[in-house]
């Protein structure tokens, strides 16, 4: 920040300045904010392909403050990551998707709901566990109707990791089903898919926005249909937005689709309608 002119160093500096100020009103705001149920949870369908039928609904947490506008999760995760409040949104958004697997199961018994979550959440014991246990028994949700999106995004230590492995292993035996999402993004998919008790993969939907342009990438993803399937998962898109990108996922013999072309994430009162 040295050699060019004033004018220059100050606009720079305005502008970090107004990033860490957000920031920091974003991290300040954000107790209150789960405190007063201010966070909102909206579903995004998933359809699956065999049955033809939506099987599945994400949540997808949502903040809206009138002085900082739309938080988005890709925003709002990493902060409360750092602030130590992940696992009290964890808990939030685990709760209002357990209420609403609750309403849905009356008329749809064979409908679930997937939950985003952050490895940090497995990294205290057992803490997730804990956590879900009872929230499943204080909304009388059975466990089937639960299951956990973890991203590879996060690295974890070895002895870090036979932990997490542990306490997924335990969720799985109670009945809880876990999810490989942005499938293909990390480092360390392979190792990923090798020791974790997944059941499901989801491919991120950076593949699927090239699917149809780049040749490399059609290719890929391909492979890694196939390549899921004969290590006997189930396997996803993400990001389908367009009725050719749908197509060519079903020749390529996908098992689940997602996005707007399938339907956007909506408020809960929308889809009981
Ligand atoms: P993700 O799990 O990969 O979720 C998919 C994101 O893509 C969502 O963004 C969704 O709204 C968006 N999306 C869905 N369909 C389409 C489409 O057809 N085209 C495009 N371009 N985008 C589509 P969102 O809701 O902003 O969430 C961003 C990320 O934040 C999520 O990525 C997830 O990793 C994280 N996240 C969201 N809710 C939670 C939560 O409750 N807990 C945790 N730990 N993470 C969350
Ligand atoms: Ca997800
Ligand atoms: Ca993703
Ligand atoms: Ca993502």
Sequence with gaps: ??????????????????????RSVIDKKMLTALDHKNLQVVYQPKLDVASGKVLVYEALVRWEDEELGQISPDELIPIAEENGLINAIGAYVIEEAAKFAVTLMQEKPDIRISVNTSVREFSNSSEMKEKLTSILKETNCPADKIQLEITEKFAFQAEQERAIIRQMKELQDAGIRFILDDFGTGYASFRYMQNLPISKVKIDKVFIQSLLTTPKTRQLVEGMIHFSKSMGLYVIAEG?????????LIEMGIDAVQGYYIGVPMKQSDIIK
């Design 240 to 248: 389908v937005e367009t009725e050719e990108q749908f197509n060519a």
């Design 1 to 22: 920040i040295t050699e060019q002119g004033g004018g220059r160093i100050s606009t720079l500096s305005a502008e970090s300045h107004k990033v860490l100020n957000r």
